[in-house]
Each structure stands twice: as structure tokens, then as C-alpha cells.
């Protein structure tokens, strides 16, 4: 009965991870999925018969499509993943600007309450070659509610981001960066800390934050800010460039796992991938 359970479990990760190309390893029980078991079997057939983990096609082979061509990633030069919680707000589509002009991508934790506000901003991120991951539904510390209610949050804010994107979530970030083992576990999902924090939602001051990031980041660090305000819309667009020209790659939590060749596994947290 239990691998019945698991390989039902299991077909439904599989096809959630169909958009999200990212290599996610399952090995805990999400146990709030309800699925028949003949509802599996054909979605696992569905899988089967359509491989889904996309590869990174070299530039030269995707002539039909410009827009992802452009961007290369070199394993070999170093890499920091940018991530942005709590929105998506209206500073949103600035700091997309400016990763799009830098030939750049982020990690977007939103809030399911402000997916289901800023819907075309959700799209966007997707469309834009960053990536979306989960911060809970209304930014609750996921250590004090219930087993219920921690599944509600989780599954509320992935059914908010695939309504406005047709994007698949498989990325937690608990506010506050508030977990322990037994909460990843019930999570069920890869769960993203980080190694550089900019203190941004602190400081409100541009400048600061610059400083901080600039004279902080080294390979494989996941940086914490905050897309919410202004102030960090604007430095981003001073220390995104300074980034790039010091020879960083700025990529998502996905593509920085995948480069550093490190499995997301659902239930681990990651602070950084280093080399
Ligand atoms: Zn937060």
C-alpha cells in the first residue's frame, strides 16, 4: 500500500516538474495530494511518453528562438543566484528590466495574496527567463500553524502562480527563513535559504544595499532581497551591471543547482551551491 502511495506521490511530482526545469528529487511524502490511483497511472504515462526535463540547447542549434539563444551560461565562470521575496509588486517589472538589459535571470519568491494581485507581473517573470518559487500565501512563520494550514499555504500559493503563468512552483522559501528538519519535510519541497543577507527591507537605502552586495557576494551565493521597495529596484539597477562586468553570471536557483550539478531534493534546504 505505501509504494502504491509513493509511486502515486511520485507521479505527481514528476509531472510537476514538467515546467519547471529544474531536476527536482523527491524522497519525502507530500501527503496532502490527493490523487485516484488510476488518475496517476495515466499521468504517469503521460510522463513516459513525454520526456520533460528541457536541456539547455546551445545557441547556434535554437535559430527559431532569439530571445533564449542569447543567454549562455558558462559552467566554469562563477555564478550567484538573486533572489526577491514578497511580491510580485510594482518595482517588479523594473527589476525584470533590468536583468533583461544585463542578459540576467532571478529567483521571484512570491506570495500567493500578491500573485493573485500582480497575475501579468507573474507571467512576465516566467516570460523573461526568471524563475518563480513559493513564499507562502500571506507570509505566515510556517513554525507556528498547523499541518493543514502549512499545506494550504503551499499548495494555495503553487495553484496563484499556475493560474497566472502556467508555471509549476517546486521552490519554498518560509518566510522569515523560519523551518527546522520536521517543517522542511512536511513542506516537501526544496526548500531556498541564503547565504548573503542585504538587510535591504532594513536599510531602504539604495546605496546600502549596493555596498553590501557588492562587497559580499562570492561564487555560488544565494542573495536575499526584497522586491517591494524602491529602494532596491534602484540599487539593483547599479549592482546587476557591476555584477556582470566583475564576471559573475547572475542565474536562478534552478539553473545554479543545475550547473553545480547538485539535485533540489524535496525536504533539504540550500543556503549557497558552491563550486
Ligand atoms: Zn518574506
Excluded at 493560474?163 to 531556498?192: C, M, Q
Excluded at 555584477?243 to 559573475?248: A, K, N, P, T
Amino acid at each position: 500500500m505505501l509504494n502504491k502511495v509513493l509511486s502515486t506521490v511520485m507521479a505527481v511530482i514528476m509531472i510537476f516538474s514538467v515546467n519547471t526545469g529544474s531536476a527536482v528529487v523527491n524522497e519525502e511524502l507530500p501527503n496532502y495530494i490527493p490523487v485516484s490511483d488510476s488518475e496517476a497511472e495515466s499521468r504517469e504515462a503521460d510522463v513516459i511518453q513525454n520526456p520533460t526535463v528541457e536541456k539547455v540547447v546551445p545557441a547556434e542549434k535554437e535559430e527559431e528562438n532569439e530571445e533564449e539563444s542569447k543567454r549562455t551560461i558558462d559552467p566554469d565562470k562563477p555564478m550567484i543566484a538573486l533572489t526577491f521575496d514578497d511580491g510580485p509588486s510594482k518595482y517588479t517589472p523594473e527589476i525584470l528590466d533590468t536583468l533583461k538589459n544585463n542578459n540576467s535571470s532571478a529567483t521571484f519568491f512570491v506570495l500567493g495574496q500578491e500573485a493573485d494581485k500582480y497575475k501579468d507581473t507573474v507571467k512576465l517573470i516566467i516570460e523573461e527567463g526568471s524563475e518563480v518559487g513559493n513564499h507562502t500565501y500571506n507570509h505566515k512563520d510556517l513554525t507556528k500553524l498547523s499541518d493543514e494550514e502549512i499545506s494550504n499555504q503551499i499548495l494555495s500559493t503553487e495553484g496563484s502562480i499556475y493560474d497566472s503563468s502556467g508555471y509549476v512552483s517546486s521552490l519554498v522559501r518560509p518566510p522569515y527563513g523560519a523551518s527546522n528538519a520536521t517543517l522542511n519535510k512536511k513542506i516537501s519541497r526544496p526548500i531556498i535559504k541564503w547565504s548573503v543577507d542585504t538587510r535591504d527591507w532594513q536599510s531602504r537605502d539604495a546605496q546600502k544595499v549596493t555596498i553590501h552586495v557588492l562587497n559580499t557576494v562570492k561564487d555560488g551565493d544565494i542573495v536575499l532581497m526584497h522586491d517591494i521597495y524602491k529602494s532596491t529596484a534602484d540599487a539593483s539597477k547599479i549592482f546587476i551591471p557591476k555584477l556582470v562586468e566583475m564576471g559573475y553570471q547572475l542565474v536562478t536557483i534552478s539553473e545554479l543547482a543545475e550547473y553545480r550539478g547538485l539535485p533540489l531534493t524535496a525536504g533539504q534546504q540550500y543556503y549557497n551551491m558552491p563550486k
